[in-house]
């Protein structure tokens, strides 16, 4: 018995650096929530738990409905998104201590500021 997936047929939907959505031939290296502003790892262990948590009640779980890709980090950072607490703690410890003198800062939003639209 053959286990490998059929090749992808079609294109992956990615979210640019001004929030707009655009088809790629490669998947997303990085997951975001659109509601939160909130990108990481797509097997971060948060994520996946919300999900399985919502999959077991049978319902859909919120984070799948929001769900954004990013085809880097980047471009997460430059529309407006600031990085997972736990799957990209180096990176959240960052943008949590805030703009700081000599240190590059690439995000847009900033710790305390509302991050829903």
């Not at 769900?67 to 990176?91: M, N």
Request: hydrophobic content about 30%; proline content about 9%.
């Amino acid at each position: 018995m053959d286990d490998r997936r059929p090749p992808r047929t079609r294109p992956y939907l990615l979210t640019g650096a001004d929030g707009s959505t655009y088809e790629s031939a490669s998947a997303g290296r990085f997951g975001g929530n659109r509601r939160d502003r909130i990108y990481g790892a797509p097997d971060c262990p948060v994520a996946s738990s919300n999900i399985a948590r919502f999959k077991a009640a049978g319902r859909v779980a919120p984070y799948v409905q929001h769900r954004v890709w990013f085809a880097d980090e980047a471009t997460a950072q430059a529309a407006g998104y600031r990085p997972c607490g736990s799957c990209l703690r180096a990176q959240y410890l960052v943008w949590k201590a805030g703009p700081q003198r000599g240190v590059p800062y690439p995000w847009r939003i900033r710790p305390g500021e509302r991050t829903r639209r």
